[in-house]
C-alpha cells in the first residue's frame, strides 16, 4: 500500500470527517471533563502542524498533529487512523513525521495526554513501541485515572 504524508490543512472536509470519527470513538471512553480534544479550527492555529496519511486514491487515511508549547515541549495530537488501515504503518509514519517535524524544529521533549482507561489499551502500546515512556502530568492537564501521559526526548541533554 502505498501512503503519502503531507502537512495539510484540518479545514477540509475529509480531514474534518477524521476530527469527527476520533471524537465519536472517544466520548464513551471518559467523561467528558476528561477529553481533551481540538476542533479543526484549533488544530489550524499557527502553533499547530498537521499531517495527514493518504493513499493512492487520496482519500485520508490517518491524521496527526504536533502543537508547539515552546523550544523545550511540543505535543503530539489528535492522531488517529481509520480501521481499515490500522495495522498497516500509516499511524507510525504519521507518528515519525510528527517527531521528525518536532527535531526540526528544535523541540526537546515531545509529550502527549491519552486515555486512561482499558479501551486505551491498543493506544498505549502503540506510543510505547514508538519509544515513548510513560510521566507525569505536564502543562494543566488534570492527574487522574483517565488521564495517562507519555513523553519522548528529541533532543538529549548534554552532560556537564
Known sequence: MAIAIAVETPLQDDVRSMVEELNTHLCPLSPPE?????????MAEPHTTVFVARGEDSAAMGMGSLKVHN???AEVKRMWTRPAV?????GRFL???VEALGREKGIHRLALETGGTDGFTAVWRFYEAGGFRRCGAFLDYPDTEYSRFYEKLLIEEKAA
Open 34 to 42: 476528561y477529553q481533551f480534544q481540538m476542533t479543526a479550527e484549533q
Open 86 to 90: 490500522r495495522g498497516s504503518g500509516v
Open 71 to 73: 523550544a523545550g515541549l
Open 95 to 97: 507518528l515519525q513525521a
